[in-house]
């Protein structure tokens, strides 16, 4: 059975850098073909894709928000982490992983999602 | 970066009707399109692949068509478990942009 778990803060202030994790079974990120992504959404408002990485450890990120992202694999552990620098109340959202089985496949399994909250 | 747009952004409809859903991409994408169902505090849903594939376990009443720049996500028979907000999504080139969604309530 695959799954995924984001974990992270749930607060963060803002300018912080927040650090979310996402944690997964049922399947490796060595895989060829395998891809993980991060995906937002704002209280009431749309999905945002945000950064993807895959299992070449190519990285590919939002063009409106690479400068703040970066995200990361560690294959042993199962987990992609991805970082946001300079956090802003807009950042309010829910964050998500989700799994690609291919490069130019569907989000076919995704976390339950973690809702982070900027603010002072 | 390929653009997606959907319409309408929102629709009313009863039970038994048949809803479709429009998503267009700002170039081609071929058939490399895919549709979700979010239903409110939940994780978004895979429905359909590859523009017409349907996902295991997703009711055949739910069917999608379209390559190139239009694509459609249609209800043949709205039941209450479809009342939902459905997203489009290119996966033909990074950036894999979502579409604004189209929130689906009862009238």
């Known amino acids: 059975q695959v799954t995924l778990r984001e974990s992270g803060p749930a607060l963060v202030k803002p300018t912080q850098t927040l650090t979310l994790t996402c944690t997964f079974s049922g399947f490796s990120l060595s895989t060829s073909g395998m891809c993980v992504s991060w995906i937002r959404q704002p209280p009431g408002k749309a999905l945002e894709w945000l950064a993807l990485i895959d299992w070449d450890d190519d990285k590919y990120y939002s063009t409106s928000l690479k400068t703040r992202l970066t995200i990361s694999k560690d294959t042993s552990k199962n987990q992609v982490v991805l970082t946001m620098t300079n956090m802003d109340p807009v950042d309010t959202a829910t964050y998500y992983c989700?799994?690609?089985?291919?490069?130019?496949?569907?989000?076919?399994?995704w976390g339950q999602g973690t809702m982070v909250t900027v603010s002072s | 970066d390929i653009q997606m747009t959907q319409s309408p952004s929102s629709l009313s409809a009863s039970v038994g009707d048949r809803v479709t859903i429009t998503c267009r991409a700002s170039?081609?994408?071929?058939?490399?399109l895919n549709w979700y169902q979010q239903k409110p505090g939940k994780a978004p849903k895979l429905l359909i692949y590859a523009a017409s594939s349907l996902q295991s376990g997703v009711p055949s009443r739910f069917s999608g068509s379209g390559s190139g720049t239009d694509f459609t996500l249609t209800i043949s028979s709205l039941q209450p478990e479809d009342f939902a907000t459905y997203y489009c999504q290119q996966s033909y080139s990074t950036p894999p942009y979502f579409g604004p969604g189209t929130k689906v309530d009862i009238k």
């Open positions: 989700a799994r690609m089985v291919g490069p130019k496949d569907a989000f076919d399994i």
């Open positions: 170039q081609s994408i071929s058939s490399y």
